[in-house]
């Protein structure tokens, strides 16, 4: 059974940055590809930005794309989300996601189905 903890969430001004984390045990990390997603109140989950197996490819939604990195340690089983110049609007819950197969295909990467496993979310407010 995959296991995946979400950390790094808090409150920040408009314009400031968080990193948030996602720990995984429960199988061999490296050859997944991981998620993040978001929900804010009242709205569907949406994809944030993917990671391949080995970090070499990524996919960005595009209102985050220039403001947030994703990457990832597969030494530490962990998955990394840095946030820049966050806006009241990427407030949500951020959750991450361990895709169910080991393949990496950009259309899939941003539906919710691909992913098998997640973690239990962590708050991100920014005021502005």
């Known amino acids: 059974q995959v296991q995946l903890v979400e950390s790094g969430g808090g409150l920040v001004q408009a314009g400031g940055s968080l990193r948030l984390s996602c720990a995984a045990s429960g199988r061999t990390f490296s050859n997944y590809p991981m998620g993040w997603f978001r929900q804010a109140p009242g709205k569907e989950r949406e994809f944030v930005v993917a990671?391949?197996?080995?970090?070499?490819?990524?996919y960005y939604v595009n209102s985050v794309r220039g403001r947030f990195t994703i990457s990832r340690d597969n030494a530490k089983n962990t998955v990394y989300l840095q946030m820049n110049s966050l806006k009241p609007e990427d407030t949500a819950v951020y959750y991450c996601?361990?895709?169910?197969?080991?393949?990496?295909?950009?259309?899939?990467?941003?539906?919710?189905?691909?992913?098998?496993?997640w973690g239990q979310g962590t708050q991100v407010t920014v005021s502005s």
């Open positions: 990671i391949s197996g080995s970090g070499g490819n990524t």
């Open positions: 996601a361990a895709d169910r197969t080991a393949r990496w295909n950009y259309e899939r990467q941003r539906q919710r189905s691909e992913y098998e496993y």
